[in-house]
């Protein structure tokens, strides 16, 4: 069972505010992934992470930026929130070498911004 | 570039047999995996295929032909609970997942 989570599910925040959307995995997995999506959208791949130190952009460019200072936790922040930003936001997870390529998913955050 | 292109929406009867197709046009190319979304919630991991061929998991089954660059989703004794969007990905390699647009399946009755 996969276990990644996701906080807060749902913000709605106003113009300029910087904001951190949080994402924990406890499965020891060293790749960590950040889509966006809107909805009935594909994902877009926005951030990913091969372990702790190492950050990369994705396939969308995105004004957000990761960290990933613990496997466990990879933390996207958003200096200053506009309303383009609006979209939910999905975390991922993956192990090193499985043979699956399986990711597993947070339940996201949905974010609104005025 | 990468594209994958599906379907946009199926709509299928209870208990019927339905089948998403995926072309794919990538560079780097070790698999083709399937994931299902509810609405609102998150997308699972359905099926994965690294080799020509047919996986069997359940009522899902998922095909892949590399050389035509194609994959299908099989789903059988289709349920209501089978309504949800479904999504063909491109392994790129190192676990890095370009994902299609999505068929979202309508189950009736």
């Known amino acids: 069972e996969a276990d990644i989570y996701q906080t807060p599910r749902y913000l709605v925040i106003g113009t300029g505010k910087k904001i951190t959307l949080e994402c924990s995995q406890t499965?020891?997995?060293?790749?960590m992934y950040w889509y966006q999506q809107d909805p009935g959208m594909e994902l877009h791949l926005i951030h990913y992470?091969?372990?702790?130190?190492?950050?990369e952009k994705g396939d969308l460019s995105s004004e957000s930026t990761v960290s990933r200072i613990r496997t466990e936790h990879f933390p996207l922040t958003l200096e200053s929130a506009r309303p383009s930003h609006t979209s939910q936001y999905l975390c991922?997870?993956?192990?090193?070498?499985?043979?699956?390529?399986?990711?597993?998913f947070g339940p996201g955050t949905r974010l609104t911004v005025l | 570039g990468q594209s994958l292109e599906q379907p946009s929406e199926v709509t299928a009867v209870e208990g019927a047999i339905v089948q998403i197709n995926c072309t794919y046009q990538?560079?780097?190319?070790?698999?083709l995996s399937w994931y299902q979304q509810h609405d609102g919630g998150a997308p699972t991991f359905l099926s994965y295929?690294?080799?020509?061929g047919l996986e069997e998991t359940g009522r899902f089954s998922s095909f892949l032909s590399r050389s035509d660059s194609y994959g299908y989703l099989l789903l059988q004794e289709l349920q209501m609970k089978d309504s949800a969007s479904y999504f063909c990905?491109?392994?790129?390699?190192?676990?890095?997942?370009?994902f299609g647009t999505g068929t979202r399946l309508t189950v009736i009755p």
């Open positions: 991922a997870s993956s192990e090193s070498w499985g043979s699956t390529d399986t990711q597993y």
């Open positions: 499965m020891g997995h060293d790749k």
């Open positions: 992470s091969y372990g702790v130190n190492s950050t």
């Open positions: 990538t560079s780097g190319f070790y698999g």
């Open positions: 295929n690294a080799l020509d």
């Open positions: 990905a491109v392994s790129r390699g190192a676990n890095n997942l370009f």
